[in-house]
């Protein structure tokens, strides 16, 4: 596709259990980025990718969560143990350049996770 | 650590009429500074960017921003609104360090409201 594709679009799971988001960025585009949306809040960074390695994951909230991206192009966002707080819409972006860009950012349609 | 300030967490204004979204930013270094809009149910497109140059920028749809590096300041602007600019409109900012990772900084959001 054109865009980045985020995949499923809502998740709902109930407290404890496991979940993989996953973001197919736009093809050729090196870099990869995860956001955390809370309700009534701006995009919260959480991790960033240039190619298959993770060079900047400061804005995890803690070790539950964990992304990968084996082979450069598609990214898994993975949380275990899921509490009510990590519901919100996780949002990926990706860019074609690798930084220091200039900050364009190309965003997906975000997953809404819901954990009850 | 840097952090962006949106003034107004709504901001209604009736079609037509002209319109100003504020943002303010904190850091103890240089920044590129963004907006992006959020259409319901859409991911997050780029509006604008000041990287260098001219504290002018003009973006997609008629809006513009000016950055003011004495106030800190980098205020979104259109002369006249229409109904489909109803929408998120979120200010960000990136630092200009030799380590940038492209990740961006992003306010709280403001909610621009055009009414008939």
């Known amino acids: 596709g054109a865009g980045v594709s985020q995949t499923p679009s809502n998740k709902v799971t109930e407290k404890g259990k496991y979940v993989e988001l996953r973001c197919d960025p736009i093809?050729?585009?090196?870099?990869l980025y995860w956001y955390r949306q809370s309700l009534g809040q701006g995009p919260e960074f959480l991790i960033y990718f240039q190619g298959t390695g993770a060079a900047d994951d400061s804005g995890l909230p803690n070790d539950r969560f964990f992304a990968v991206r084996p082979e450069g192009s598609v990214s898994t966002l993975k949380i275990q143990r899921t509490e009510r707080g990590d519901s919100a819409v996780y949002l990926c972006?990706?860019?074609?350049?690798?930084?220091?860009?200039?900050?364009?950012?190309?965003f997906g349609e975000g997953s809404r996770l819901t954990v009850l | 650590a840097q952090s962006v300030t949106q003034l107004d967490s709504q901001v209604p204004v009736f079609e037509e009429a002209p319109v100003e979204l504020r943002c303010n930013y904190s850091?103890?270094?240089?920044?590129?500074l963004f907006w992006y809009v959020q259409y319901p149910n859409q991911g997050l497109q780029l509006l604008l960017k000041y990287l260098s140059g001219s504290t002018l920028v003009k973006g997609i749809n008629g809006f513009e921003a000016e950055f003011n590096k004495s106030q800190t300041s980098f205020h979104l602007r259109k002369p006249s609104v229409h109904i489909s600019d109803t929408a998120e409109y979120f200010c960000?900012?990136?630092?200009?360090?030799?380590?940038?990772?492209?990740?961006?900084?992003f306010g709280q959001g403001t909610t621009l409201q055009v009414k008939p």
């Open positions: 960000a900012v990136s630092e200009i360090v030799g380590s940038n990772t492209g990740k961006l900084i």
């Open positions: 093809s050729g585009h090196t870099a």
């Open positions: 850091s103890s270094v240089s920044v590129y």
């Open positions: 972006a990706s860019s074609l350049q690798p930084p220091p860009n200039t900050g364009e950012l190309f």
